[in-house]
């Protein structure tokens, strides 16, 4: 019987429409003023336009190699690429320092990329394994493992960006059935996080005991949920008390200014404030005194960014014609900040568009990941969507100045070979399996 | 919560961001405008493209003013790396060390930006480094236009441009901070034809202010037009004998041509060079002129009211004649003077009684006593102070008393009492003779030299005189203001000039005042004034005008603490006349030993003309 290609072509039609749209807004951000139109190999638009062929290429490998190899293959991938990012970092010591590439000609390989496909892969072959759930210790751990372990030897890259990207394998752990819970928890946390960072500790403390006291008394004959409230508040004391020693201590300036600047604080004024006493833990001198430096940086990058992306108003200036685009105002436009050309060049209208078509190409990521008959396709599929949205989220999130600034490329968009090629390859994975779904079924009946 | 439901989580968080992102892109995008006025003036940068201003040149096409283009040698510091330093030190014959210290200097100010390293190239250096400045990045020539005058001197008529203060710039919207504008003489009065118009070019800039192109094809750009050429009205070579024969002596001189109101020359000493005021030196130069003691930035001419003394006995013969209470044979005595009571107005030895004209050729005192107070006593009146409301208006019709209107900023009027001043000074009751020394020009009257100068053209026209004027026509279509050919008639009926003139006539043949100046063959029709002042020597006084049919020129010369009027004012005129109505220039003077000891002459035991490098003095 022959096997007929139902790949999923709303996915299909949507991609080529971004990574389209993407080369473009490189041109724009990429190429000079008075620049003639014209493809230009040596400029990194010109370069896209080859990782778009190339990745083109490997698309269509993927489509003609059969379903069962990526289940097959895996783990051999995943040990593979974890073998590559121990090198990186085995050289690395030998060098200056870390660095997150394999140089190949004037080409940069960029492993840490590949790392999130072979994760996703690996995960789902673990999770799809014959009678193995989500549940149990040894699991749990097996399943976190998998995940923990690229994911550091990314963070000892310095490149704490990509390493966080791991952390959206819990929301496909979620589906997995991984108790919301956690994900409250999260929330939680982050919010602590933020709050103890904009006010005194002494009084989210002194509150947190008033909420805690109040719901004790009420409560005083449940002893049950005493003891969790009690137990809420101390972790939560203790949670704030070490925050604030993380930042304080151990976080550098330039990370600690990051999130500042996302706050909307003024460093200066809070570094003034943290040291009369505003913090238990004193922020040392040493930190401080290269503040200025990184501050203007990481407010530099998100005002430019603000501002570059206001510029565009309702309709933007049009593809090529944005101001801040052409002088070059936005530090890595082409990079981590292209979102800032889409708000420049097409406006509110256009951004709005665009917005929404990546939006429906990730929800139409998880709808078909739902859909599948088999564990394997079915972790895969959330493991891209949810890599997609991690993406997507951080990186317009910082480029709208509602994010820190955490360095990961926008898929399909952003410049640069190994992220397109990656992408491309953890999309396409999953449509071929997707695809293969109705053979899977035409051939159980 | 069944498992696959928790899609509906992941379809609702999505949505969830969608709203957030889009509500955040309306409030960049659409509320919050500040980010596009920021991106307005981050992005593109207007250049404003300065025009030409406009040139000066004399009335006979001779340059005075021009613009000059000046080379900078600029530097971005921060791109100044992996260059061949000594190569370039070479060409620019700096030393490394110096050229180091720039270079960190300009650093410091500001890595990003251009600076200066190296100010006013001189031109075979600007030729060379156009050739090899493509090897120097970071180095960039930058031309700069400055105003150049071609005349050591006339720094007062010409004036000198400045900055543009905050109160200028609320007025005229055309000025932009930093702008340059004229802020005396010429260059002031006559702005806004010089400047010309602006231009602008709308370029794109990128972060570090390096300009990346035009913006929008140039679809806002525009040219600037150049200001326009103005023909002055000044002789240039009578303006630069007057400063010679003026050198070393505190003074003035005016010139003007009667029959047009046109300034041939107007001198004020001390003086400086114009040139001084121009470029770098500017600001160092224009606080030592400031805090000279000299004071060499006094426009004299226009704002000195200087007492006339004799000269004045012109104008109060004619309101004599004017108002009846005198006729050309009207005789009165001296003798020694004037004696009227506590009052004596001395006089000098001469013949009396004398008529009219004598009593101008020989300047007697007494006489215009009696004129000036029956002209305030004409019982036509009945009172004094009417008489003399009436006696001011005759003066205000010379231009006396009042500004004459010429064509620079900042003149004076002089002085011309109201009648209430003298009644606070001598009491409700106040009479002629409390005022009698008025009647020789000295007292409460004061005449800057512009008025003493329009006097003498009045005379000469036999009663009218055009408002003074220091251009002749203004841009290619040779514009002239419509106020420059309005006459202004005195009070005076042109019948009662001849008398006058008739004396005058004789002022500077054998028994008149300054019978030794003369210059044959020209008639100069002259008047001394000796004038007493509070600040020791009398200042030496001459009005002039010549010849005396169809005049050609009418002068006054002052020169301060410079004795009688004979002294030096009259053959310093004279010259003036002689060299101004000679038909080739340089003929020499028929009173070579007067010029040369009017050259020589040193009054003040310094130079009085500030400069930069001593100008060469050729005697004719």
Known sequence: MEEKLHIDWLSVVLYILIVLFGAINIYSANSGVEEVLKLDFSKEYGKQVLFIGISAIIVFLILLTDYKFFNFSAYGIYIVVIGLLLILLATGSFNKGAQAWFKIGSFKLQPSEFAKYATALALSKYLGGFDIKFEGRRNILSTFGIILIPMLLTLLQNDTGSALVFGCFILVLFREGLSGWWLILGVYMVTVFVVTILLPSIQIIIALLLICGVFVYFNRVRKQLVFLALTVFLASTFYILSLDFVFAKIMKPHQQQRILVTLNQDVDEYYAKKSKGFSIFKFEKSKEKDKSESKRDYSYNVRQSKISIGAGRWVGNGFNNGTQTKAKLVPEQHTDFIFCTVGEEYGFLGSTLFLLIYLLLIGRVYYLAERQKNVFSRVFGYSTASILFFHFFVNIGMALGILPVIGIPLPFMSYGGSSLISFSMLLFTFLKLDANRINEISRLN | MEKSSRLFVFIGVLVFIGIVFICRLFYLQIIDTSNYYKAQAYGSNDITIYPDRGTIVDRFGKLMVYNDAVYDLMVVPQKAKDFDKVALCKELMLDTSEFNKRLKKASKYNPREASVIFKNLPFHLYTRLQEIIYQYPAFYIETKIDRRYNINGAAHLLGYMGEVTEKQLALDKYYKPGDIKGVTGLEKSYEIYLRGKKGKKVVLVDKFSKQQGSFAGGKFDSLPSAGQNIISAIDLDLQVFAEQLLANKIGSIVAIEPATGEVLSIVNSPNYDPNLLVGQRRNKNFASLLLDPSKPLFNRALKAPYPPGSTFKTVQALIGLQEGVLTPDTKYPCHGGY??????????????????????????????????????????????????????????????????????????????????????????????????????????????????????????????????????????????????????????????????????????????????????????????????????????????????????????????????????????????????????????????????????????????????????????
């Open chain 2, 339 to 620: 004696h009227m009571g506590s009052i004596t107005v001395g006089c000098h030895a001469h013949g009396s009684p004398l008529d009219l004209k004598n009593s101008i050729t020989k300047s007697c005192n007494a006489y215009y006593c009696f004129v000036y107070r029956s002209i305030l006593d004409n019982p036509r009146y009945g009172s004094v102070q009417i008489a003399y409301s009436k006696w001011a208006k005759y003066l205000n019709s010379f231009g006396i008393g009042i500004n004459t209107g010429i064509d620079l900023p900042e003149e004076s009027g002089g002085i011309v009492k109201k009648p209430s001043w003298f009644e606070h000074e001598f009491g409700k009751n106040w009479r002629s003779s409390n005022v009698v020394s008025m009647s020789i020009g000295q007292g409460q009257i004061g005449l800057t030299p512009l008025q003493m100068a329009n006097t003498a053209a009045i005379i000469a026209n036999r009663g009218y005189y055009y408002t003074p004027h220091v251009v002749r026509s203004i841009g290619d279509h040779h514009f002239v203001p419509p106020s420059f050919k309005q006459r202004h008639y005195t009070m005076i009926n042109p019948i009662y000039f001849d008398t006058v003139i008739a004396g005058m006539a004789n002022v500077c043949s054998p028994g008149g005042t300054a019978g030794r100046t003369g210059i044959s063959g020209i008639t100069i029709c002259g008047k001394t004034g000796t004038a007493q002042n509070p600040h020791g020597e009398d200042h030496s006084i001459f009005i002039a005008f010549a010849p005396r049919d169809n005049p050609k020129i009418a002068i006054c010369v002052i020169v301060e603490n410079g004795g009688f009027g004979a002294d030096y004012a009259a053959p310093i005129a004279n010259l003036m006349i002689e060299r101004y109505l000679a038909k080739d220039r340089s003929v020499a003077s028929q009173k070579p030993e007067m010029l040369s000891r009017m050259l020589k002459a040193n009054l003040t035991g310094k130079p009085t003309t500030i400069k930069d490098s001593v100008i060469v003095v050729k005697p004719k």
